[in-house]
DNA sequence: AGCGTGTGGTTCAAACTAGAATGAAGTGCT
DNA sequence: AGCACTTCATTCTAGTTTGAACCACACGCT
């Protein structure tokens, strides 16, 4: 790792853009929720995936994969929420060591109610303001982005040891 | 706050995307460094600004603009950088509140040795794989949303008492 | 059945975070 | 000069995060 190939004045640009944008936008989104809701992004992020859920229940190690934290991160969420009464653990039947979050009707009824000033402060930050052309470079570009970083998941330091490219799926 | 204009469908798999991508950027970049240089994001991102700035110094306030952490986030941060001995603290000459960073040469060795691998990661999984246009989609959106949160921070709650909309630059 | 390996979820310890409160010192106005 | 107001940085507190260690169970193989 001699010398690697170093980030153009542009790339560098686009870089730290994306991360003051991830930043600030987090930022925003947690302190609205906080005060208008009384609960963390993280939270919501649960009850927005266990709502969108068939019955509203999802396995403990799915919802933590959908809702973007770590397994023990989820845990301490779903006792939280649970303290809350928005959200019930029972286990499941198909597998003993298994356990089920499950959005209560308290739940249900919490995300209803948080959920019209969440989608609004992300349109007004994140979707209004960009011209429809820009969006759409935007939507194309995370879309990329976002499945390389779900399949690199499992495959991981699988880069180090000499593929990294999959460049099939882009020259189509 | 009746019922605020939802998400499409495409508009929600975009923020969603978003979410995601951040996420899991942060955490394998997170991973890298402490695997690698033995530190954290927030605190290569302070070495980094410092780097950059002349002389390789800034103000508390400054860095911690730069560097996208709460004042009291940088004050923890630089304790740390300090007794590692990455950075020094010395007071400001022309405002005796002031108290500026200042990278040490140690600091500045350490970022020369942490850049490239961290470089490298960056470049693999967000710059490369993007076909030109997408990533100049990308850079367009979020140039225009960093410029808009740069400013938002200023008036913030500001759109609550009445405008909000800032319509006058979409119309064009 | 018995054994080794993998998986699901929690617990634990340690680090990090942001905001509120604090104290000291600038700034502007009369 | 005196006073109110803002700014700079730190301290404090409480909450949150994560990976590692852990236990109990599932699964595959012989």
Redesign the interface.
Known sequence: ???????TE??L???E??????????R?LEQQLKDEAGMSHAQY?VLVRLGRAPGGELRMTELADAA?TSKSGLTYQVTQLEKAGLVRRRSCETDVRGVIASLTDEGREKLREAA??H??L??????????A??????????????A???H??DAGPA?ASGS?Q??DQ?ES
């Open positions: 790792m001699g010398e690697p190939k170093w980030l542009r790339e640009r686009v870089w853009d994306f991360l003051a944008v991830s930043a600030k936008l987090d925003r992020e973007l019209p000033a989608v609004t992300v349109r007004e930050l994140f979707i209004d303001g960009l011209p052309t820009q969006f759409a470079g935007l939507a194309a570009a995370l879309s990329i982005l976002s390389r970083l779900r690199e998941a880069a990294g999959m460049a882009l």
